[in-house]
């Protein structure tokens, strides 16, 4: 009953997001229609980049517990945040061509961006590869703790060092120059919440997959 509920409302937020990008707000001026990726982009970094902090506080206590609960908790984050991660990266993509004209630059944004998803593919490779050692665990929480601290530098990094990349548009280093308007942001939050609710969503049924391999194996050897 709570999944079911857990689930409409998300595809009731998912349904409204959308209503409210393609139909409510109008077209930016200055970008055009490409200007609407924000409502995409920014909600997958955002969960992209949560998800690797929670990847490693999981990993972490797992190490200091041996609670297998929170070991599967860890490796199911980590497969769902590269997968928005990797989203994040390709709708930014998309939206620079025809703003800056270009696919790819190297700004610390982008590059950092980057540098996570190499983090969350290095992560569950190892896992992959080590999937019963304990020790190797140990190193994929190091990983992951290398992960959680690129995360603020992504959140910094168009602030700091004041690149071509939009400043932050949400969270408390949001600037007033960089702020939308009050249609964009009440959109831009809505999408946020969605985003984040899928991903809580699909995380679970992940993680549900995971613990039911697990008990199958146990079963079976």
């Known amino acids: 009953m709570i999944k079911l509920l857990y689930t409409s409302i998300t595809a009731i937020m998912f349904i409204f997001m959308l209503w409210m990008v393609f139909w ?3 077209i930016d001026i200055s970008q055009g229609p490409v200007a609407k990726t924000v409502f995409i982009h920014v909600p997958l970094a955002w969960c992209s980049m949560v998800a690797i902090i929670l990847v490693s506080i999981a990993s972490i206590i797992y190490l200091m517990r041996k609670n297998l609960f ?3 908790v860890a490796q199911s984050t980590a497969e769902i945040g590269v997968i ?3 989203a994040a990266l390709v709708s930014g993509i998309i939206w620079a061509k025809p703003i800056w004209g270009v696919w790819w630059t190297g700004e610390a944004k982008l590059t950092t961006t980057l540098i996570l998803i190499l983090i969350y593919i290095a992560y569950i490779l190892f896992r992959s590869l080590y999937k019963n050692s304990f020790q190797m665990k140990k190193i994929a929480a190091v990983i992951a703790v290398i992960g959680a601290i690129d995360s603020p530098i992504i959140y910094f990094a168009a602030n700091l060092w004041q690149e071509a990349h939009p400043v932050t548009v949400i969270g408390p280093l949001a600037e007033s120059e960089s702020s939308f308007g ?3 942001g009440i ?3 809505v999408s946020v919440i969605a985003f984040t609710l899928l991903f809580v969503l699909l995380t679970n049924i992940r ?4 613990k039911l391999e697990n008990l199958t194996k146990e079963k079976l050897s």
């Open 207 to 210: 993680y549900k997959i995971i």
């Open 187 to 189: 959109t831009l939050l």
């Open 70 to 72: 929170w070991d599967q």
């Open 24 to 26: 409510w707000i109008p």
């Open 84 to 86: 928005f991660g990797i």
């Open 182 to 184: 009050a249609d964009y």
